[in-house]
């Protein structure tokens, strides 16, 4: 079992970068296929980026390719989500998730299929 637990969301001005961070517990972190969601205000969580347990493999929705970068760090317990030239529609409650996985190279792009999830940090674009 893993606990996530997100940091870094903040008020940012529209063309300004952010990087959020998701600390993971526990000692099996490098054993989990971890993404990125979030949520904008009266509507659904969507994904935002997936990366696969050895972090060789990444995969972004279409909207957001170029903008957004996932990254892991096993031995920190971390995965990060770097957003750059953020526009006010990408205000959200941004979550972490994890599944335990034995596939290196793999990665989830939906909600149903990731067990662990953290609480959530608000990012806010606006001037």
């Known amino acids: 079992q893993v606990q996530l637990v997100e940091s870094g969301g903040r008020l940012v001005q529209p063309g300004g970068s952010l990087r959020l961070s998701c600390a993971a517990s526990?000692?099996?972190?490098?054993?989990?296929?971890m993404g990125w969601f979030r949520q904008a205000p009266g509507t659904e969580r969507e994904f935002v980026a997936a990366?696969?347990?050895?972090?060789?493999?990444?995969y972004y929705a279409d909207s957001l390719k170029g903008r957004f970068t996932i990254s892991r760090d096993n031995a920190k317990n971390t995965v990060s989500l770097q957003m750059n030239s953020l526009k006010p529609e990408d205000t959200a409650l941004y979550y972490c998730?994890?599944?335990?996985?034995?596939?290196?190279?793999?990665?989830?792009?939906?909600?149903?299929?990731?067990?662990?999830w953290g609480q959530g940090t608000q990012v806010t674009v606006s001037s």
């Open positions: 998730a994890g599944r335990e996985m034995y596939d290196r190279n793999t990665y989830y792009t939906r909600e149903v299929e990731y067990d662990y």
């Open positions: 526990g000692r099996t972190f490098g054993s989990y296929a």
């Open positions: 990366i696969s347990r050895s972090g060789g493999r990444t």
